[in-house]
């Protein structure tokens, strides 16, 4: 077994930025990569079991019935960047099917990062794994040491580029092809635009786990900064807008409430709500002038009810 971890702990630090600077904002709102402390990866993984929420078994779909088609599209790949790879679980085909001599992971939520990681490079004895707890959106460059000489393939799954407005979606573009190098490629999944209705229940599950995902964000800052947050002044409050093209999640006060976070105290009006995650969905012509602009050329392209996986090189 061939595995290194390393970790970043800037992250802490900028966790209280964050939320403070998000919290003295109008509209108030917080990066939702915050939404991934234990709790919140295994509300998640939840999430993607519920009925309502056909995202993951979607894609898995697609992947496994154009895998072939994929890794032929490919061919020689040596080494594999994941970032926000969570447990390492989407990037298994890739490896089965490509056999990389390196793969690199990434993602802020570091004790599972390296467990899966570990996993991994267990059962996979033949592959350099190396896991980065790290936050890739602030410290991408600090991965430089660990990444071996290009090209590199990139490997965005799911939906996580539509957690991004437009022009920060093209600037994580950007950077990852800084990071895949000359000859790099990218590959990477994207939702789809696709029935409102379908939209909102998607983020509105019945069994109520999507609400618990978005209070868990508060739980967390009542931890780790010394917040008072009361969840039961808070609702869960998510909807599609059409004309931004994108699922808003937030958390409604429900009474005028005064909350301390860090020290410092902040007013919520009743009705005011904490915006705590964007979801874009896009049309592949939209996705391509995107990635268009951060350098990328599309290559191939695979859709299987609402999701979409490109190849870009």
Request: proline fraction near 6%.
């Amino acid at each position: 077994m061939r595995f290194s971890f390393q970790d970043f702990p800037a992250a802490q630090d900028r966790l209280r930025a964050d939320v403070l600077a998000g919290l003295a904002t109008r509209p108030k709102s917080i990066p939702p990569k915050y939404f991934y402390d234990a709790a919140g990866c295994h509300l998640f993984e939840t999430i993607c079991t519920q009925p309502e929420y056909a995202l993951c078994r979607t894609e898995q779909a697609l992947m496994a019935s154009h895998l072939p088609e994929i890794a032929t599209a490919l061919g020689k790949v040596e080494s594999i960047v994941e970032p926000g790879a969570g447990d390492c679980t989407k990037v298994r085909r890739l490896l089965d099917a490509l056999r990389p001599n390196r793969l690199v992971v990434m993602d802020i939520a570091g004790a599972p990062l390296a467990a899966s990681a570990q996993a991994v490079a267990h059962d996979y004895p033949d592959i350099d794994v190396s896991a980065l707890a790290m936050d890739f959106l602030g410290e991408l460059d600090a991965a430089d040491p660990w990444l071996a000489a290009g090209p590199h393939l990139v490997y965005y799954p799911g939906s996580s580029i539509g957690n991004f407005p437009p022009a920060a979606a093209t600037a994580l573009l950007a950077r990852f092809r800084r990071l895949a190098g000359a000859d790099g490629r990218l590959l990477i999944g994207f939702d789809l635009k696709k029935d409102p209705q379908r939209l909102h229940a998607a983020y509105n599950d019945a069994a109520g786990v999507t609400a618990a995902f978005n209070l868990n964000l508060l739980a967390r800052i009542n931890r780790e900064l010394a917040a008072d947050f009361d969840l039961a002044r808070f609702r869960h409050y998510a909807f599609y807008n059409p004309l931004e093209g994108r699922v808003e999640m937030h958390l409604a006060s429900l009474t005028e409430q005064t909350v301390n976070v860090a020290g410092q105290r902040f007013r919520f009006d009743c009705g005011e709500t904490l915006l705590t995650e964007y979801s874009y969905k896009f049309v592949p012509r939209e996705f391509d002038a995107l990635a268009q602009a951060a350098g990328w050329q599309p290559k191939a392209g695979w859709q299987h009810d609402g999701f979409a996986v490109r190849l870009y090189e």
